[in-house]
């Protein structure tokens, strides 16, 4: 099982990037994907998390209106469009895999190397 994610960079405040995760190894039309982030220091956090099956999704609060997660079922693979970035986005994102929809750590099983979000203000 591997979770692949991908499109983290350098933005400047205001700007947008686009992550890319892509699941491959075994079937996930029963997962939930997830999101999250984490900074030095810090526990992971939770940002979004999506649905194979449905359009079934989970915002964190502070990046709703910015954020949208979405899924290409065809590409197995999932989308989180990040748009007015903010110097407090600045993370390391992952993309995980879980059995049901949720923003608790705990509840993911498959979990991809992380990509390097960083926007400067």
Same mark, same amino acid.
């Given at each position: 099982?591997?979770?692949?994610?991908?499109?983290?960079?350098?933005?400047?405040?205001?700007? *947008? +990037?686009?992550?890319?995760? %892509?699941?491959?190894?075994? =079937?996930? &039309?029963?997962? @939930?994907?997830?999101?999250?982030?984490?900074?030095?220091?810090?526990?992971?956090?939770?940002?979004?998390?999506?649905?194979?099956?449905?359009?079934? *999704? +989970?915002?964190?609060?502070? %990046?709703?209106?910015?954020? =949208?997660? &979405?899924?290409? @079922?065809?590409?197995?693979?999932?989308?989180?469009?990040?748009?007015?970035?903010?110097?407090?986005?600045?993370?390391?994102?992952?993309?995980?895999?879980?059995?049901?929809?949720?923003?608790?750590?705990?509840?993911?099983?498959?979990?991809?190397?992380?990509?390097?979000?960083?926007?400067?203000?």
């Amino acid at each position: 099982v591997q979770l692949q994610a991908s499109g983290g960079g350098l933005v400047q405040a205001g700007g *947008s +990037l686009r992550l890319s995760c %892509v699941a491959s190894g075994r =079937t996930f &039309s029963e997962y @939930y994907m997830g999101w999250f982030r984490q900074t030095p220091g810090k526990e992971r956090e939770f940002v979004a998390a999506v649905s194979w099956a449905d359009t079934t *999704s +989970l915002l964190r609060d502070s %990046v709703k209106g910015r954020f =949208t997660v &979405s899924r290409d @079922y065809a590409k197995n693979t999932i989308y989180l469009q990040m748009n007015n970035l903010q110097p407090e986005d600045t993370a390391v994102y992952y993309c995980a895999a879980g059995q049901v929809a949720s923003r608790r750590i705990q509840n993911y099983d498959y979990w991809g190397q992380g990509t390097q979000v960083t926007v400067s203000s």
